[in-house]
């Protein structure tokens, strides 16, 4: 995925800050971009950055060696690579991308395929 100032220069603003405060009472913080568009367009992804340790951000520590292989999106290609910014046409590095027609004009992402110690999980 690219850098935020990347994602910042190519969308022409900044992006924003975003905390919870977690039940123990560390203030998780981030910055995210591209929320809005999400709400407009659902085949477009937002992009999010972390401002702690990876210790402390959700799924650190839960014990399997779980990541994501595959998504399957419904939406138009080349403009999900043109918001992602990938001119190759490879949205994501190390993530599959597999692009799914839709009868019922639904875009968004449709299924994530995870990679755990049992296999394959695809989740929809």
């Not at 900044?14 to 407009?40: F, M, S, T």
């Not at 290609?77 to 009868?103: C, H, K, M, R, Y």
Request: proline share 6%; charged share 30%.
């Amino acid at each position: 995925m690219p850098e935020m100032a990347t994602v910042e220069s190519r969308l022409g603003r900044e992006a924003v800050d975003g905390h919870r405060r977690r039940p123990d009472g560390y203030d998780l913080r981030w910055k995210q971009i591209g929320v809005n568009e999400l709400l407009e367009d659902p085949q477009l992804p937002y992009f999010i950055h972390w401002e702690c340790e990876p210790e402390q951000r959700p799924g650190f520590g839960n014990g399997t060696d779980l990541r994501i292989t595959k998504l399957e999106i419904a939406g138009d290609a080349s403009v999900i690579n043109g918001w992602l910014g990938a001119l190759n046409g490879d949205p994501l590095d190390d993530v599959e991308v597999e692009w799914v027609d839709t009868t019922d004009d639904a875009a968004g992402l449709v299924a994530a395929h995870f990679a755990t110690p049992n296999g394959i999980v695809r989740v929809d």
